[in-house]
């Protein structure tokens, strides 16, 4: 039996108790805290300290859930594997993945040594009866398929979905025929129309529908479910039609509101202070880990990983010296801004103020997008990030390591470790949604 603290964040919420209250008032650590956030077994006696604070009973803050956490999920369009990472802290078993793009498929297999890796063209995939052992059962598909088409004549709407890779996500869903799917995408999808006018929210959903799914659209924080960055994205979650639709009770919910949440000083600054062209793709800790955060990021690590900065000319050092806290290079003085190629006596006039962005370190950071490596400038040091710094935002472990070049040139198709790292759905709003379904399934 799994046992869930959903009921007590809920609790919380209801009678508007902040965390940092409750570890107060009840006279509980805050490790107690960490293992209530990851469903882990405490002790009866702070169970009963937590219900004599909030003047409830065991059985209003805690629920035991059967073992049904061995379903086994197809990760489609898989990227580094983000959300399959999610899915297997949650208990599920990833048996396949298929991911095109040759660095990011190695990056997975890397980490996922029990996954079948497929680096193919979704949509040349006909034969499904290659894919998998014929007795394996799929229970869920999880993904992120762009949901923009390609226009080839000029006479094709790129806005409909079903002129894009989304359908190939909706052939393997009706071919498998799972308990549920999860399709991630931006934000933006929820207003976008096609060309007569029709919501492509309301297309995707009818396609579903037609497949046989109930569907609801979640929009869902990153920062409120452990992660430490400002991250708003769109789940798509779909219930085969057999299967009870409760959407109030589907509805993934977030634990950590305002100060409550990881912070980017509380993320990354046990990482080595390394300066602008500096460190090795392994290399050493120097210091013990001060956070909670910290200490599950490097989990059982000896070795670090993916932490090499970017090589910088001195006066884009001192350029960055500069920049205060929320701000870029757009507001730097004018003797310290860019300079025109071949004429370093005029001022460039391609300025742009998410370029290079020195986040607050007491905040969340803003979301970790595919070309971070020249979005951010590290809190306190004179330098962009490195990969594994962005990693860390982003939830991923240290013992996730990233291959392929650090960065590429702009002729280079594959993705590089830092596009890998920011097209990924942060692991630990992956495992939160993963554990909702595990929940709702096991009641039904």
Known sequence: MAICYDKLFHLLIDKKISQNELIKGAGVSANILT????????????????????????????????????????????????????????????????????????????????????????????????????????????????????????????????????????????????????????????????????????????????????????????????????????????????????????????????????????????????QAGEGNEESSYDTEPTTEYQIWARGNCSVLHNHVTMRHTPRLVERFSHIGFGESVADVAEEYQQRQRGDATKISGKVYSQNNMRPFPDKPSPTIPASFQSNFVHPYLNRNYTAREGARLQSFPDDYVFLGKRTTMSWEKNLSQYQQIGNAVPPLLAKAIAEKLIQYLSRI
């Not at 993904?143 to 909706?170: A, T």
């Not at 708003?232 to 100060?259: H, Q």
């Open 35 to 274: 293992r209530l956030k990851r469903n882990e077994y405490i002790s009866m006696e702070s169970i009963e300290k937590i219900c004599n604070f909030l003047s409830c009973t065991p059985n209003d803050i805690l629920e035991f859930t059967s073992g049904i956490n061995t379903m086994n999920v197809i990760d489609l369009f898989a990227g580094c594997g983000g959300l399959s990472l999610g899915f297997e802290m949650a208990g599920f078993n990833i048996p396949l993945a298929v991911e095109r793009d040759t660095w990011a498929a190695e990056t997975y297999a890397y980490n996922h040594s029990h996954t079948k890796v497929v680096t193919q063209d979704i949509t040349q995939i006909f034969d499904f009866n290659n894919l998998l052992a014929p007795s394996t059962i799929i229970d869920g598909i999880i993904g992120g398929p762009p949901c923009q088409g390609f226009s080839l004549s000029g006479n094709r709407d790129k806005n409909d979905p079903r002129n894009s890779l989304f359908m190939d996500f909706v052939r393997f869903v009706r071919h498998y025929k799972p308990k549920f799917f999860v399709m991630e995408n931006v934000s933006g999808i929820l207003s976008m129309t096609t060309k007569s006018g029709e919501l492509v929210k309301n297309v995707i959903i009818k396609e579903y529908d037609n497949a046989g799914y109930n569907v609801e659209i979640f929009q869902l924080n990153a920062a409120e479910f452990g992660v430490p960055q400002s991250r708003i994205r769109v789940f798509f979650i779909g219930l085969r039609k057999d299967i009870v639709y409760d959407k109030e009770a589907l509805e993934p919910r977030g634990f950590l509101f305002g100060n409550e949440q990881i912070t980017i000083r509380d993320a990354i600054m046990d990482l080595p202070q390394i």
